[in-house]
């Protein structure tokens, strides 16, 4: 009875010293400086579907494509199933440690004795060696907590590889149109120049122009000739990263010919009081990161204390003969208990430097939230800015070819010079070329916008 309420009062002791946990006990800041954030980590319902308002076939299926093909993503993918076998790993090291062995061993003079001269002594062992660290001070249990949060910060960062992913396919796709379209108005405007250039020959035959204005419509058929080899490279580069980003090989896509830029139908919506940092994995991650830097404070802390361990053994022992029976059992127990107490200075200086990498973690963690904020506000502020100035261009764009028209019939009249035809040919060069960019600049910075909320902004 008196062992029974001993090894109880020492199970009670252990457990009670099991439940203390050294260091700090974590909480995820709710405020940087006076930017909220009290809300965890989730991916944005729309982040995959987000595109699908551009009734864009082409792009939505571009995306679909690269979610299953892409390797950068299932690279990602493999990243989140490792650091959870390694958060797996660390839990077990709760548990007692166990191994099952068998054994032979000959020996010959096992004594210094000289009645064992050319004495063979020869036994067999078999049986389980187990061993139990007690995790006393909390050591295994802030392991386990640090492994935890950085197997979570894995798993943001695919769904963050996820948002990016659709973020490069979108913008290569953009810019796949945007050098589509700008070939086509090269290859338009050629044809226009060519009009002019038979008109101003049809005229120098006839002695109604001159060899200059011939030089000047060539000098505009050169500089529109001269632009189209640098679409057709930016055409290559754009199916070259589609095609990188789809795992696939140059020149397999088929994008179709027609040059178009998906454009919203309806505003980019903010909602009022919504905390989108919560859809920011970059902040997430971080912020996970600061959690596992924390809780080395506490493993590096748990070797200021003494570590109790205890190893046994339950099998049989034999002679030369391999016997299992109740003569041949064999038990043991050995507690051991172990503690730094010579290395007290190295100890000190692990846990320093654990507190200076969770200070840095904490200042990492609050420039990404500044970083975010900032950046959130830059791609809104961008988009409705580009937008603002291709209304502008589309509108110079109307009126330059109503200019072209006006002029051409002066002067196929005669009543126009050959001088305004020219500068009007060349304002309606240079306004539909800059539309055609502008187009290609605004989807790109949409883009921006899908990108910096993390998928979760509304489109209405």
């Known amino acids: 009875m008196r062992n029974t309420m001993k090894l109880s009062a020492i199970a009670i002791l252990v457990a009670s010293l099991s439940a203390c946990a050294v260091g700090p006990d974590y909480q995820t800041p709710l405020k940087v400086a006076d930017i909220s954030f009290n809300s965890p980590y989730q991916q944005a319902e729309q982040a ?5 308002a551009f009734d864009d076939a082409v792009l939505n299926q571009l995306i679909s494509r690269a979610l299953v093909e892409n390797r950068t993503l299932a690279q990602a993918r493999a990243n989140v199933d490792r650091a959870y076998a390694v958060f797996r790993d660390v839990n077990n090291d709760f548990l007692p440690k166990g191994t099952l062995d068998a054994g032979y061993q000959a020996s010959e003079n096992p004594t210094l004795s000289p009645a064992d001269d050319g ?21 295994l249990r802030r392991a386990s ?27 290569s796709y953009g810019e796949y149109r945007g050098a589509q379209l700008r070939l086509v108005v090269a290859e338009q405007n050629l ?23 011939l030089a000047q419509i060539e000098v505009q058929l050169h500089q529109v000739h001269a632009a189209v080899p640098a679409y057709r490279v930016a055409l290559l580069t754009a199916d070259a990263t589609l095609s990188a980003l789809l ?3 140059p020149g397999q896509l088929k994008l179709g010919a027609v040059p178009y830029l998906p454009e919203l139908k309806q505003p980019v919506a903010v909602v009022e009081g919504e905390n989108y940092l919560r859809y920011r994995a970059d902040v997430a991650s971080a912020e996970r990161i600061l959690a596992a ?33 109740s003569e041949t059992q064999s038990w043991s127990v050995a507690p051991a208990l172990s503690w730094q107490a010579a290395d007290l ?51 110079q764009w109307q009126a330059s070819n109503k200019a072209v028209q006006i002029a051409r019939q002066r002067y196929n009249a005669g009543t126009g010079e050959f ?38 902004i509304q489109l209405i």
């Open 191 to 213: 044809q226009n120049l060519q009009q002019s250039r038979a008109i101003v020959l049809a005229r120098l035959e006839a002695g109604m122009a001159s060899e200059l204005e």
């Open 419 to 456: 001088l305004d035809l020219l500068d009007a040919e060349r304002e309606l060069l240079r306004s539909r070329d800059q539309l055609a960019q502008l187009q290609q600049q605004s989807f790109v910075r949409l883009v921006g916008i899908y990108r910096s909320f993390g998928g979760g």
């Open 247 to 249: 795992a696939q090989r």
């Open 145 to 171: 907590e640090a492994a935890e949060a950085q197997a979570q910060q894995a798993d943001i960062l695919w769904h963050d590889a996820q948002v990016q992913l659709i973020s490069q396919v979108a913008t």
């Open 293 to 325: 830097r924390t809780a080395d404070i506490g493993v590096a802390t748990a070797d200021l204390y003494p570590n109790l361990s205890v190893s046994g053994f339950l099998g049989f022992l034999s002679g030369p003969g391999l016997t299992l029976s």
């Open 345 to 395: 200075g190295s100890v000190k200086a692990r846990i320093r430097q654990a507190k200076a990498s969770s200070q840095m973690a904490l200042a990492q963690f609050e420039q990404q939230v500044f970083d975010a904020i900032n950046e959130m506000e830059l791609s809104l502020n961008s988009y409705n800015l580009s937008r603002e100035q291709q209304l502008s261009t589309e509108l």
């Open 48 to 52: 995959q579907s987000w595109w699908q």
């Open 119 to 139: 004495v063979i002594t020869r036994g067999y062992s078999t049986g389980a060696n187990l061993s139990w660290d007690l995790d006393l001070f909390g050591k």
